[in-house]
């Protein structure tokens, strides 16, 4: 009965760990630790756990029991793990989410428990409208919202037509239309390519440079933005055709872009040396606590999102049965982001800045990330009148 | 197949008997999460089993099983999303999609043998993954939430978790029972006989494909409803569940628990999907070990664990 | 017209890069009847062993050597260890087992080098745009690729036509235990090949190296690629993979850099750029589909008896 009867007989056991309702603050946390993208997993986690430090491990006077779960970057997955983090752990709290067709699949478990969920990333425009709800915060953005911004600073520099290129998948589509919300000059063209399986960008490349454009803006997150940009280099259209990007450069894949990288403008809701108190001691604290990595907007999203619980938890005094009170703190945004001051809309998405980064040379001599300029203040989303809370 | 105590048998009877007492441990020890982990371990035994049904029995190796999945549970969520919420008519829908789509490539796969048919299997499950990501309206590839699991008139609550887990156990025991009757019935011996001597049965005057085709749209009209009842587990259905990796991992649980063996395909479904649930839990380097394991299975293990255990009976 | 051109060559040079993978998996498949799903992960060794070894010698194409002789290496060991012992079995058998060897190369890179990624950067020589007709300039380094992998479809035509290893290789394509029967030590022809194949990938995985990057699962989806091009060219058939390879790379890059704009004639603007990529990432699938439909072994079958 042999291997299967003992495997399942010893994985009842092991599932069958009722949770004890023990004094203390439980958080599941889902993401993608495992795969190419592991790398963004890691740094939330790095971020919420230096969080978890600077807080000294307690919310409310209570310890913090943190579950982490892998997502593996696919919807079924990651809902299936929700539903543990729901029905056999019991959390009070779930947060992380990178990828907003995770978010979507497990959006549902988490509301109808009346858990409450801190989306540390992912900004479907379906969140901020429809979808919206009382259990639903996030600390990061809507998709169209970076991209706006990125049209925005295109219109100050006088930029007359732009070719855009950006994945086929329902981030990558908010992506272009965000530019096309706010672009005021001529859109010459508009790719899309095969995602993720597609990495090799000639045929798009080719367009764009015979299409004459003033400019181009892209939206490649992760892996594909080292390729998208090599290759934009390789094929000597740097020189030629300004490149506007959203998501694209990053502290992740700055080491892998490298020189390709310099001067090509990003717009973001956090840098790395945003000048307020609490994100000089994050950006010190975690380059100290994890040497030779660098934080980035993925980790300092999930550590307001460590900061925007404990508020919660604060609050009420540890008591995570009071929700409503939890709520209406939350929605208060009271916590000191590393972005520095925002409110929350009628949607729990941050009514916030938007700030131009470029890519220099730091001390060092290594490549970092540095502000420019602020694009737009107090941006909110456009969909907020399509929720139906108040 | 006569009904002896040999170790074979009385794994399946503690499979029926375990599944059919789980909900009941559930209750007792207080954690539902165990139900629903096994709710979805059912739902994928059922596609493993009529996975099994073509690849085990009728030697047709389809590596684009995953499709039906996404078929089954695409007809369920659009209906679903277009205000057609009763499960009279999206499950008749998902089974007769799933059919017709499976009448199609099978009528144009089993012109090709061997590896071929294993490639172009793929290659269909890769156009119906690829138009599924181009649905806009239903989500493209972010995928589509199903907001109201399939109604039934109040003959059975969907959302209510032990009578939705009976439900699907009763569908993997149907399942299982009509392959049963399938593999000992005149259509099932022709269709094995023509994975061991095609030449033979052609010669008899056994018209192979047509024979092949009904066996392969039986199998696809199965794994539909396993895809129905998926998209109502998952209140969610994504092209994702079409992916080539995912009729990958199909395949894998048919092989491991034991090719043309009646509870093979459950026996596998269970150990790979708890495996990935434990050994992720124990480390994030799960697939360090999952994948020797897989690789030692192949080299000593012939015939999966099902073929295991009928050796042990005999040694 | 000059676009044209451009996407001419963005096209061959994805097809001569698709035949070098494709060429190894369908000689240790046409040979060895092997279906190796874990010659991605020796496509994906090769871009990891060129970035460690260019970024440790310095040099760029003393790194190249090194990776080269190294994924050689690795491909004799894992023929020596694990596939050896699957010859003869059920290719379902190879399914398992090989994509058992797909996550432990995942898992073992993660471990090893991490789960970022590594960069392979290319010499300033090889950066610069050469204009090749007046008015069409082309990355150096897609050009280099494309004359390198010429040269190595050219040397394995040599190879296998014109020398012994070559007759052999043909002649286990075509009848397998022939060639056992003849006194041939077969177990060293196998791990020849098997090892020829592997260095292959690995040089298609260090090529694109530059213009992707070197990271995990790379060579996952560019293995279903190669696996439809030798089943469009017919199992063990260089000559098959080379056609099929040139076939699928045009019609990849074709089909997504004209395609949009040919459905936006018949379509509204909105309908086609959401239909057109869906439409070309499947173009390749419907060629096998309707290849595989009319000639059920391929273009190019290799054992015709």
Redesign the interface.
């Known amino acids: 009965m042999k291997s299967a009867f003992w495997l399942a007989g010893a994985a009842v056991l092991a599932l069958a760990n009722p949770a004890v309702a023990a004094d203390s603050i439980k958080i599941g946390f889902v993401s993608t630790f495992s795969g190419p993208t592991a790398v963004i997993g890691n740094d939330m986690r790095n971020s919420f756990e230096l969080a978890l430090d600077h807080l000294g491990r307690k919310m409310g006077g209570l310890p913090v029991e943190v579950i982490y779960e892998d997502d593996q970057q696919k919807p079924d997955v990651g809902k299936q793990k929700v539903e543990k983090l729901v029905q056999s752990d019991k959390v009070d709290f779930i947060a992380g989410f990178i990828w907003s067709n995770v978010l979507l699949a497990s959006l549902k478990t988490a509301v109808d428990s009346k858990t409450f969920l801190i989306s540390a990333n992912a900004g479907p425009s379906q969140l901020a409208g429809d979808l919206c709800s009382p259990y639903v915060f996030s600390t990061s953005w809507q998709n169209d919202q970076t991209p706006a911004a990125m049209g925005l600073y295109m219109n100050q520099k006088g930029v007359k037509s732009v070719f855009l290129i950006g994945p086929n998948y329902a981030a990558g589509k908010d992506m272009l239309a965000g530019v096309k919300s706010t672009f005021k000059g001529e859109v010459v063209g508009e790719e899309y390519t095969v995602w993720p399986s597609q990495l090799d960008f000639s045929a798009e490349l080719s367009k764009a440079k015979a299409s004459k454009a003033e400019s181009i803006f892209v939206f490649y997150p992760g892996a594909a933005g080292v390729q998208f940009l090599n290759q934009y280099a390789q094929a000597g259209i740097k020189q030629q055709i300004p490149l506007y990007t959203a998501f694209t450069i990053d502290e992740l894949s700055l080491p892998l872009q490298k020189d390709n990288a310099i001067g090509v403008p990003g717009a973001q809701e956090w840098v790395n040396d945003l000048p307020n108190e609490e994100n000089k001691r994050y950006v010190a604290d975690y380059r100290k606590k994890y040497t030779g990595l660098r934080p980035t907007y993925y980790g300092a999203q999930a550590y307001d999102a460590a900061q925007l619980i404990n508020s919660a938890v604060v609050a009420v005094k540890g008591d995570t049965s009071k929700k409503d009170e939890m709520k209406a703190e939350m929605e208060k945004a009271n916590f000191k982001s590393l972005r520095g001051p925002f409110k929350y809309g009628n949607n729990h998405l941050p009514i916030q800045n938007f700030y131009l980064q470029d890519v220099v040379k730091d001390a060092d001599g290594a490549l970092a990330l540095k502000t420019v300029a602020t694009i737009v203040k107090d941006d909110q989303d456009r969909f907020h009148d399509k929720c139906p809370m108040k | 197949m006569t009904a002896s105590l040999n170790a074979r048998n009385v794994a399946a009877a503690l499979i029926v008997a375990g599944l059919l007492l789980l909900p009941l441990y559930a209750q007792l020890s207080g954690n539902m999460f165990v139900l629903t982990l096994f709710t979805r371990i059912v739902i994928f035994a059922l596609a493993a089993v009529s996975l099994n049904l073509i690849m085990g029995y009728g030697g047709m190796m389809s590596f684009g099983h995953a499709a039906y999945l996404g078929i089954g549970g695409y007809a369920v969520g659009i209906l679903a999303a277009e205000g057609i919420g009763s499960g009279f008519v999206q499950w008749p829908v998902a089974l007769v999609t799933s059919a017709l789509f499976a009448l199609v490539i099978g009528a144009l796969s089993l012109r090709t043998r061997g590896v071929y048919f294993i490639m172009i299997t793929l290659a269909f499950a890769q156009m119906a993954y690829y138009v599924a990501a181009g649905l806009a309206r239903y989500g493209g590839d972010d995928g589509l939430t199903i907001y109201k699991r399939s109604d039934f008139a109040g003959l059975i609550n969907l959302s209510g978790r032990v009578q939705f887990y009976y439900l699907c156990t009763g569908c993997l025991f149907g399942g299982i029972y009509l392959v049963w009757r399938i593999v000992n019935s005149r259509f099932g011996l022709v269709v094995q006989g023509l994975r061991s001597n095609e030449q033979r049965m052609q010669a008899i005057g056994f018209p192979a494909t047509r024979y092949r085709l009904v066996c392969f749209v039986i199998a696809g009209t199965m794994c539909g409803l396993a895809g129905a009842l998926l998209a109502n587990n998952t209140d969610f259905v994504s092209p994702a569940v079409m992916y080539w990796t995912r009729s990958g991992d199909l395949m894998v649980m048919v092989i491991l628990g034991g090719m043309g063996s009646l509870f093979g395909p459950v026996v596998g479904a269970i150990v790979y999907l708890l495996l990935e649930e434990l050994l992720s839990q124990v480390t994030e380097y799960w697939a360090l070990i999952m994948g020797p394991l897989l690789l030692l299975i192949v080299l000593f293990g012939r015939g999966g664990i099902m073929g295991l255990l009928g050796r042990l009976h005999r040694g | 017209m000059?676009?044209v051109v451009?996407?001419f060559l963005?096209g061959l040079?994805?097809g001569l890069l698709l035949f070098l993978l494709a060429a190894g998996l369908t000689l240790v498949?046409g040979i060895m009847d092997l279906?190796n799903l874990a010659h991605g992960s020796l496509y994906m060794m090769g871009a990891y062993f060129a970035a460690t070894f260019v970024a440790w010698t310095g040099s760029f194409l003393g790194g190249i050597a090194l990776a080269l002789g190294a994924t050689l290496l690795l491909g004799i060991v894992l023929e020596f260890v694990?596939l050896r012992?699957?010859y003869g079995?059920d290719?379902?058998?190879h399914?398992?087992?090989t994509?058992?060897?797909?996550?432990?190369?995942?898992?073992?890179v993660?471990?090893i080098w991490?789960?970022?990624?590594?960069?392979l950067?290319?010499p300033p020589w090889l950066?610069?745009?050469i204009q090749i007709v007046p008015g069409v300039?082309y990355?150096a380094?897609?050009l280099a690729i494309i004359v390198v992998a010429l040269a190595v479809a050219l040397m394995l035509y040599l190879v296998v036509m014109r020398t012994r290893l070559g007759m052999l290789i043909r002649a286990g394509a075509s009848n397998r235990e022939m060639i056992g029967a003849l006194g041939i030590n077969i177990k060293l022809l196998y791990t020849l090949v098997f090892g020829l194949g592997a260095a292959l990938a690995g040089l298609a995985g260090l090529m694109q190296a530059?213009?992707?990057?070197v990271?995990?699962?790379?060579g996952?989806?560019i293995l279903?690629l190669a696996?439809?091009i030798i089943?469009i060219g017919g199992?063990g058939s260089i000559r098959g993979a080379f056609v099929a390879s040139i076939l699928v790379g045009m019609i990849d890059?074709?089909g997504?850099?004209f395609l949009?704009d040919l459905l936006r004639k018949i379509l509204s603007s909105a309908a086609a750029?959401?239909?057109?990529?869906?439409?070309?990432?499947?173009l390749i699938?419907?060629l096998?589909?309707i290849v595989?439909?009319v000639r059920?072994?391929?273009l190019f079958p290799a054992n015709r008896r």
């Open positions: 000059l676009l451009e996407q963005n040079q994805l498949f279906v694990a012992h699957l079995r290719h379902l058998d399914v398992l087992a994509f058992g060897l797909i996550l432990f190369f995942n898992d073992a993660r471990l991490g789960p970022a990624g590594l960069a950067p290319l950066t610069v745009p300039f990355p380094y897609r530059p213009i992707l990057t990271q995990i699962g790379m996952e989806n279903i696996f439809v089943v199992i890059t074709l997504r850099a949009p750029s959401t239909a057109a990529p869906a439409l070309s990432s499947m699938y419907l096998m589909a595989l439909v059920p072994e391929g």
